[in-house]
């Protein structure tokens, strides 16, 4: 398929919805697997978990589409990037949720007091707290409202939270030793930094031909 037909695709109407629909669908899969009993022996730690990976997932999708849109050359890719956003959002929400609902049994002063006793909780919710500010300035209107530069300088802090998102990975998993899975959203996100760094790098003119 040709770069052109690619980029045609991507800005076919129906494209849109399209994704929408499909990463809709392991939330759908889990709401499922959870009425119909499919959960395993744990139900509650098996949804809070899946829930848990699946904003990891969108996250690196987010942060991949600038490095996918410039390497291809795919502009069309850029018109994903709120939707894609505001699913990290969705997904961290409903995981949030089913911790408050399905291990706090929305409890609020239970909810509160574990904050600052299991410091992986508390780093998940500084990265639900700062999703929540880009979700909330995620339209045009607070993009105008804010202006193109301070929108622009809040929005990086989709790193801080890849960031703690992987720290708070690394603690919930550092109690159980196993980092595998850790340390593979770790190069990946890594790589996705290094990229952006190295990009960076490239497009400040060099000290030598800024004095020539
Ligand atoms: C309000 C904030 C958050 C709370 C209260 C929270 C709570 C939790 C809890 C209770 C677990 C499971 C612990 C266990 O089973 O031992 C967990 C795991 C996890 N959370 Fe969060 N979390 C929050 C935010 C986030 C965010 C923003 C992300 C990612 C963007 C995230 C990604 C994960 C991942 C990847 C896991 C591990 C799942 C696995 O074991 O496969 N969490 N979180």
Redesign the pocket.
């Known amino acids: 398929m040709s770069r052109a037909a690619v980029q045609r695709a991507l800005l076919h109407p129906l494209a849109k919805p399209l994704v929408f629909v499909v990463w809709l669908l392991p939330f759908a899969w889990l709401a499922w697997a959870a009425v119909a009993d499919r959960l395993g022996a744990n139900p509650a ?1 098996a949804l ?2 899946s829930l ?2 699946w ?2 997932r969108a ?1 690196v999708l987010v942060l991949l589409v600038t490095p996918l849109r410039v390497t291809l050359g795919l502009p069309a890719l850029a018109r994903f990037r709120r939707m894609l956003g505001l699913f ?1 959002f969705f997904y ?1 929400s409903m ?2 949720l089913a ?1 408050v609902w399905f ?1 706090m049994g929305f409890d609020w002063t239970e909810v509160l007091a574990d904050i600052p006793k299991r410091p ?2 508390l780093v ?2 500084a ?2 707290l700062l ?1 929540l500010a880009l979700a909330a300035t995620s339209f045009n209107r607070a993009i105008r409202l804010l202006g193109a530069a301070r929108w622009q300088t809040l929005h990086r802090a989709v790193y801080v ?1 890849a960031g703690l ?1 992987l720290l ?2 690394f603690w ?2 550092a109690g159980k030793n196993d980092f595998n ?1 850790v340390a593979v959203y770790a190069a990946i996100l890594g790589a996705l930094m290094a990229w952006r760094l190295w990009r960076r790098r490239r497009a400040q003119p060099s000290r030598v031909s800024s004095r020539i």
């Open positions: 730690e809070i978990r848990g990976d904003s990891l996250l990290v961290a995981h949030w911790y291990d992986f909780i998940g919710t990265a639900w999703l939270i998102a708070h990975f919930m998993r899975e």
